[in-house]
């Protein structure tokens, strides 16, 4: 009998492997030969993204949730389970923190019994609304301890110290990397972010939503470039972190609104809404030391890789448009999405105020 056993190969584990990160790390990590346990519970994740990868011999897929304790035997973790966009992390904040503290803490538990290195996806959000300009590494942030977005901010800090102190205190083999925005194929086309929502309503003809006067700053790396980046902060040997990992190419949100317009040939207009609570004025990795440990910098520039998620929606909104005029010619049926739930057709997310969106587009009533 033909056996997949190799004493050799790492078995790694990506936690959030479903989602939009996680579902291209997978995909990576199985073509340099690994075999990769992908851990989701589709809060934001979604089957389709791992349906390519589900015949490969050496993927596995389990439905758990990180808030509560799993024994596994894997050599690495990759962790990424959280909600990333600010609609999703905001519907449930103390779910969005016992990610970061218990699930954290669960998967640090996980890598000192296996001694497997772990790295943490962290995230430009400890820098907060930063005073510092390109933000560096050494800058500790400036961060509302009690606004809408610290449910992420301080939830992602508080792991970042969880991953340390596991460190200082039981020698775990640990990797941070701060991520700034990244976007690319498999954004779950509700995710509320930026580029997906401006590209959504791009290509529906719909009005283009720019949040406060579109002055605000982004840095956008292209998913590729990111996961290069993540997989060799794993594989280089004494570094802890964190490093920042994105692509230093600073745009404004309106300069983001005119780009997709002119990409897409468009003629949708923009409208103005209210900018969020503590949304930051601005944002830049400085990725000196990214350059400098792990020979990494991003090689998308923002049009090439903005054509190419463009390209994904239009297939995506394609596929959703045959599932309706299929589901029509049928008796009354909820649509699904790759998870059995019932979704409706994609609408772009608005941000949370009273938080009332499920991520499946499903709406919560107020009680
Ligand atoms: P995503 O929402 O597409 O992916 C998150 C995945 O985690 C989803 O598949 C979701 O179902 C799963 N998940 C959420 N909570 C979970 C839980 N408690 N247990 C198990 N699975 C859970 O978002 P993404 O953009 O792929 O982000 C992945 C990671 O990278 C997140 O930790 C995020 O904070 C971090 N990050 C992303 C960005 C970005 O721009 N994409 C920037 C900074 C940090
Ligand atoms: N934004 C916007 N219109 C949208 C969605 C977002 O103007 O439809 C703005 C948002 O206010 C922020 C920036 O775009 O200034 C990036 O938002 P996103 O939610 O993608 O990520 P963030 O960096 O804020 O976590």
């Given at each position: 009998m033909h056996s997949h056993f190799d004493p050799e190969r790492k078995k790694i584990l990506v936690t959030g492997g479903a989602g939009f990160l996680g579902s291209h790390l997978c995909g990576q990590l199985l073509a340099q030969g690994h075999a990769v346990l992908c851990l989701d519970n589709y809060f934001t994740g979604s089957k389709e993204n791992i349906r390519p990868l589900l015949d490969h011999p050496l993927f596995e897929a389990i439905r758990h949730d990180i808030v509560h304790p799993i024994d596994l035997e894997v050599h690495q973790i990759y962790n990424l389970a959280c909600p990333a966009s600010p609609v999703h992390y905001q519907f449930d904040p103390v779910r969005t923190v016992q990610a970061n503290v218990l699930g954290v803490t669960h998967m640090l538990e996980l890598a000192r019994r296996t001694k497997a290195r772990i790295l943490q996806a962290s995230?430009?959000?400890?820098?907060?609304?930063?005073?510092?300009?390109?933000?560096?590494?050494s800058y500790w942030g400036n961060v509302n301890?009690?606004?809408?977005?610290s449910c992420y901010d301080e939830g992602k800090r508080v792991a970042e110290t969880l991953m340390m102190d596991y460190h200082r205190q039981y020698q775990v083999d640990i990797r941070i990397i701060r991520i700034f925005n990244t976007y690319g194929?498999?954004?779950?086309?509700?995710?509320?972010r930026v580029v997906s929502n401006f590209i959504l309503q791009a290509l529906q003809g719909k009005e283009i939503t720019v949040y406060g006067d579109g002055s605000q700053t982004r840095s956008f790396c292209y998913v590729d470039d990111l996961i290069e980046g993540m997989i060799r902060m794993m594989e280089t040997p004494g570094l802890t972190g964190p490093v920042n990992l994105g692509n230093p190419g600073e745009f404004t949100v309106l300069e983001l609104a005119e780009k997709i317009i002119a990409l897409t040939g468009s003629r949708s207009k923009i409208v103005y809404r209210p900018l969020p609570q503590d949304d930051p004025t601005q944002r830049r990795p400085d990725i000196t030391l990214a350059k400098q440990a792990l020979s990494w910098e991003p090689t998308i520039r923002l049009e090439a890789g903005l054509k190419r998620t463009i390209d994904y929606f239009e297939q995506s909104l394609l596929g959703q448009k045959e599932m309706t005029v299929r589901s029509a010619a049928r008796p009354v049926r909820a649509k699904q999405n790759g998870n059995g739930d019932s979704i409706p057709l994609p609408k772009t997310a608005t941000p949370p105020r009273s938080a009332s969106r499920l991520p499946n587009g499903a709406v919560r009533r107020a009680s």
């Open positions: 995230t430009s959000e400890v820098y907060g609304d930063p005073k510092v300009h390109p933000q560096p590494e301890p009690i606004g809408l977005r194929p498999r954004m779950a086309l509700n995710d509320g």
